[in-house]
């Protein structure tokens, strides 16, 4: 099985900046692409950024040039640095991973359980 394990989250006054941190861990033969999705209270879950195993980047038009997707390929790990933080910003992030698990499996789609993210005064 694989784990996906988010950190970083917490309450931040706009402006300010946040990193969060993915670790994938468990059976993991190859990660391909990891990214960051969010959901606000009442809205869909939306991608973030996102980032493939050639650090190919890409992002929300909502966020570029004020979050930056980064990973650390040999601890499978993936982070996002948040800054100029808007009380927009504000939902759960969760961290996703396509994972083959063994030399022959496909990827498979894995999600971490979200962390909060609130932008307020």
């Known amino acids: 099985q694989v784990q996906l394990v988010e950190s970083g989250g917490g309450l931040v006054q706009p402006g300010g900046s946040l990193r969060l941190s993915c670790a994938a861990s468990?059976?993991?033969?190859?990660?391909?692409?990891m990214g960051w999705y969010r959901q606000a209270p009442g809205k869909q879950r939306e991608l973030v950024a996102a980032?493939?195993?050639?650090?190919?980047?890409n992002y929300a038009d909502s966020v570029k040039g004020r979050f930056t997707i980064s990973r650390d390929i040999p601890k499978n790990t993936v982070y996002l640095q948040m800054n100029s933080l808007k009380p927009e910003d504000t939902a759960v992030y969760y961290c996703?991973?396509?994972?083959?698990?063994?030399?022959?499996?496909?990827?498979?789609?894995?999600w971490g359980q979200g962390t909060q993210v609130t932008v307020s005064s």
């Open positions: 468990g059976s993991i033969f190859s990660i391909n692409d």
């Open positions: 996703n991973a396509y994972v083959a698990p063994g030399r022959d499996s496909p990827y498979l789609r894995f």
């Open positions: 980032i493939t195993n050639g650090v190919r980047t």
